[in-house]
């Protein structure tokens, strides 16, 4: 093997192992930070449950803020690939969804996801918002996010022509029934499976914002 190749095996092989070993501070992070919340966890104890020094958790993610900032992202996109989520293969596959009560069940469906990896996170940092302003900014920022996206998932509903409701009203609906509370109360206190709870999500937008549902099936 010449010198060369050798160099560039190393040097992927090590981009690899820092890649993993973020992977599993982020994962650490996120467990605790729902388990005890993010006032209370500390750096040490991030990189004790990862496997790491402290120090290697600080020369990755600089502050506790950031750790929570990659963790939150890597929770919203399911891995850490740096694409927008609107951009993800599960949710371009809603926006090409023809039929809006398609795809609004096929969006309850992958909203679902999305609230199965991100709702108990979301839990840590609104406690958090109440005494930390940084982590209030970090709430404020999370809901600039998810407005915007239900914006976009409104505008694309009413180039349909089957909406119901003016395209404001689609957008807070959206927004009003994705930020975890919901899947909070029926998934986890009240038992619902998530197919049970994608499935009457799903339901409940067709019911609210679709017109036409008598005659046409």
């Known amino acids: 093997m010449s010198e060369g190749v050798k160099r560039r095996y190393d040097s992927t092989r090590r981009a690899a192992q820092a890649r993993e070993?973020?992977?599993?501070?982020?994962?650490?992070?996120?467990?605790?930070?729902?388990?005890?919340?993010?006032?209370?966890?500390?750096?040490?104890?991030?990189?004790?449950a990862a496997g790491v020094a402290p120090e290697t958790v600080y020369s990755a993610f600089r502050t506790k803020l950031t750790l929570l900032r990659r963790?939150?992202?890597?929770?919203v996109g399911?891995?850490?690939?740096?694409?927008?989520?609107?951009?993800?293969?599960?949710?371009?596959?809603?926006?090409d969804e023809p039929d809006l009560r398609a795809r609004l069940a096929r969006f309850a469906r992958v909203n679902t996801a999305i609230m199965r990896r991100t709702a108990g996170l979301?839990?840590?940092?609104?406690?958090?918002?109440?005494?930390?302003?940084?982590?209030?900014?970090?709430?404020?920022?999370?809901?600039?996010?998810?407005?915007?996206?239900?914006?976009?998932h409104a505008r694309a509903a009413a180039t349909t022509g089957r909406l119901a409701v003016p395209e404001t009203t689609c957008r807070d609906v959206l927004?009003?029934?994705?930020?975890?509370a919901l899947w909070r109360t029926l998934v986890e206190r009240r038992g619902w499976s998530d197919d049970d709870y994608a499935a009457w999500l799903g339901r409940l937008w067709v019911a609210t914002l679709v017109e036409g549902l008598d005659l046409e099936g």
């Open 175 to 180: 927004f009003a029934t994705t930020d975890g």
């Open 71 to 75: 963790a939150w992202d890597l929770a």
């Open 122 to 152: 979301r839990l840590a940092v609104e406690h958090a918002a109440g005494a930390d302003p940084a982590a209030r900014e970090l709430l404020t920022e999370i809901d600039g996010a998810r407005l915007d996206a239900m914006g976009a």
């Open 21 to 48: 070993t973020r992977l599993r501070i982020l994962e650490a992070a996120h467990e605790l930070f729902v388990a005890q919340g993010y006032g209370a966890t500390t750096v040490a104890e991030v990189a004790a």
């Open 78 to 95: 399911g891995d850490d690939r740096d694409v927008h989520l609107l951009e993800r293969p599960e949710v371009r596959a809603v926006f």
